[in-house]
């Protein structure tokens, strides 16, 4: 086995192997599994850093191999990375992701919006890990087995800080945190990416830098080789990690970010926005003076990097890890300025592939790009090409950009994305400067891609078969429907263990609920995305189910609310036999700004109104259009029909056990209460 040392160099020089300029684009570091489980300490902590020509404080994950550090402490050597641009954490299926996580985070500025809110509990800045996108179990601590799986309703505190009044459905440490995430065996290979979820600091933790990225197993794991000997070349893989953050004039990190710090396009006669946009005053608008500084865009935690091709194209992994803002990106040639085609290889760590009408593809992704007949360069079998990607918040893109240009150079760029009449726009900016190889000539390989949903959505899948859960320290990953036989097979002190891990797949079972029961044969959940009518200034979501003739059923509707973690405002038991259960929802948006819909645990589908014939894509996330004028964000001008909207329709496989959320990713929506809790419980 690698030493950790070792591990970490090689990651090093893999990334410099693609240097050829001092402002190169590099990977960010790795850290490894091996002999199934990936073991590192974690810490959260303040940094100074450069960016451009500021020196701003921002947050960091400092991370090591457990067997590295002394205690909770890292080397202060090359075996610890504490890059602001992230690290990355590869893992392979069936692994066990072992973080012992402690928060050593400065108290929350005092300007955050939402701890002048919840002073008591936000104060001192707590934090966790969210694992985003993977299909793990939400589960708590419990005496035998006191670590975490993927479980958002713990809170970190520096030591000493434990707030004095703790609120109910939470748990609250100021010691080290740790978690052991067990990967299914079953689970797609793919890229996700890991962050805090403390609700009201959600924002202001990742505008500060606190994301890293998680793989499971190898791009390569979903592309099919022909028997020709130019297929067997692999093209090179980037990584591309797409982080902003706001920087006064004085160097420090505005807090509460401002959609408004920049114009969302260029005069003329400005220089360039290599990687930033430049601040303006926006005081007589109730906003601040922002002149004298820069909203920076980096990638990978570089500003403005070069990106050199290889000869044979490139596998760049872009993950969108900025808090609020939405990409429109595109690599414009920088001759003609037209943008170039590359290929799509995978949404949200799901591979995909090209067997349907362009339009039915169009719908399964979200909007998130727009299918075009690919150029010639690219041959696999029935690629799937695209001239720019829309990425909303949590978005991960896979793609394969060929090493052809008419200039032999191009830029990496987001244009301005406006989300509505009453939302923002986000502004444009050059991300990275792109060098292409010279002279290539011969045939590009062939990069036929497996479409990994139709595996995970088979009758053996991880997301349609029978729910399997992690027996924690007993090692076993069964069937939840023979678990009471596997409990019986075990030691009474065993299977205590085994009983506590299954309760701890339910946070407190006396949080008021709404009913527990399925949802009848023809029937859907709508979702609204609004504003609650007591709070104007806020955002949350409502609720009601709809039966097989469109109409509402009695005593379900919930009008918009914000996030009460107290509340569990949808519960489903699993289906028969505890196999995995499927569900339709409608997502409406009342409001009059684009909002970006996102489910822990699990993926789903994107189809036509009650018809699942759009092609087996899988996302995490997907936008949810506004409505036309006069959307207000409230249901009743909706019912009324002045608001128009065009409802989004997902559909959900659940096979997870235990409490978790579904949000707006918009990290400003979402701390602003636009988040509901929903648990699934065993069927009896």
Request: net charge negative; proline share 10%; charged share 15%.
């Amino acid at each position: 086995m690698k030493s950790a040392l070792a591990v970490v160099c090689l990651a090093l020089a893999t990334s410099l192997a693609f240097a050829s300029g001092p402002n190169e684009l590099l990977d960010p570091p790795v850290f490894t599994s091996s002999n199934g489980a990936l073991d590192i300490l974690m810490t959260a902590k303040i940094k100074p850093i450069t960016l451009d020509a500021y020196s701003p404080a921002a947050w960091v994950y400092e991370v090591c191999y457990r067997s590295d550090a002394t205690g909770n402490t890292c080397p202060a050597d090359t075996r610890t990375a504490s890059e602001y641009g992230g690290m990355r954490l590869q893992l392979q299926p069936g692994d066990h992701l072992k973080i012992r996580f402690i928060s050593q985070l400065p108290p929350a500025p005092a300007d955050d919006e939402h701890v002048q809110e919840m002073p008591e509990m936000l104060k001192d800045n707590p934090t966790n890990l969210h694992t985003h996108g993977l299909i793990v179990e939400p589960r708590q601590a419990t005496p035998s087995n006191p670590t975490y799986g993927d479980f958002v309703y713990v809170l970190a505190y520096p030591k000493g800080k434990l707030p004095k009044v703790q609120m109910p459905g939470l748990d609250y440490t100021d010691q080290p945190l740790d978690y052991d995430i067990y990967i299914p065996a079953n689970h797609p290979s793919g890229q996700f990416w890991i962050h805090p979820h403390v609700h009201g600091l959600a924002l202001n933790q990742i505008n500060y830098g606190l994301a890293g990225i998680i793989t499971i197993g190898s791009v390569t794991d979903n592309l099919v080789r022909s028997n020709s000997a130019a297929a067997q070349i692999t093209p090179a893989v980037r990584y591309v990690t797409l982080k902003d953050i706001q920087i006064l004039s004085d160097s420090t990190v505005l807090d509460q970010a401002d959609p408004d710090f920049c114009a969302p396009n260029p005069d003329p006669s400005d220089p360039p926005r290599n990687g930033f946009c430049p601040g303006v005053d926006n005081s007589g608008d109730e906003g601040g003076n922002y002149l004298g500084g820069k909203w920076i865009f980096s990638v990978n935690g570089q500003v403005y990097p070069t990106i050199t091709l290889g000869a044979t194209g490139e596998i760049w992994r872009i993950t969108h890890a900025s808090a609020s803002r939405s990409y429109q990106l595109s690599i414009d040639d920088d001759a003609t300025g037209q943008s170039l085609p590359f290929q799509v290889l995978a949404i949200d760590g799901v591979s995909i592939s090209g067997s349907s009408s362009p339009s039915a593809l169009a719908t399964a992704v979200g909007g998130k790009f727009t299918p075009i007949a690919c150029p010639p360069g690219i041959r696999g079998s029935s690629p799937i090409c695209a001239k720019s990607l829309r990425m909303m918040p949590s978005s991960r893109i896979e793609i394969f950009v060929p090493p052809t240009s008419a200039s032999q150079s191009a830029t990496l760029l987001t244009r301005d994305y406006p989300t509505g009449p009453a939302g923002d726009d986000w502004p444009y900016a050059l991300l990275a400067h792109v060098v292409f190889p010279p002279g290539v000539g011969r045939p590009l390989p062939a990069l036929n891609v497996t479409g990994a949903a139709a595996k995970l959505l088979s009758p053996t899948g991880l997301l349609n078969g029978p729910v399997k859960i992690d027996g924690g320290r007993n090692g076993a990953n069964i069937s939840l429907q023979d678990a009471s036989k596997f409990a019986a097979q075990l030691s009474p002190s065993a299977a205590k263990v085994f009983r506590e891990h299954l309760a701890a797949l339910s946070a407190p079972s006396d949080l008021p609920s709404a009913p527990c029961v399925a949802l009848p044969p023809g029937h859907h959940r709508r979702i609204f995305f609004g504003t609650p009518s007591d709070n104007p200034d806020a955002f949350g979501l409502g609720y009601e189910e709809v039966d097989q003739n469109g109409k509402v059923v009695p005593g379900t509707f919930r009008d918009i609310q914000q996030f009460d973690h107290t509340v569990i405002d949808v519960c489903l038991p699993l289906a028969k036999g505890n196999k995995t259960v499927n569900e339709p929802w409608e997502l409406v948006n009342v409001a009059g700004e684009d909002h970006n819909f996102h489910i822990h645990q699990t993926k789903f589908r994107v189809v036509v109104a009650s018809s699942l014939g759009t092609p087996a894509v899988l996302v995490d996330n997907t936008p949810v259009p506004h409505g036309t004028d006069p959307c207000d964000g409230s249901i009743a001008t909706w019912r009324s029909g002045a608001c128009q909207v065009k409802p989004v329709y997902v559909f959900i496989p659940f096979s997870e056990v235990g409490d978790f959320v579904y949000h707006c990713h918009i990290l400003e929506h979402e701390d602003g209460g636009m988040m509901a809790h929903i648990r699934v419980i065993p069927n009896p």
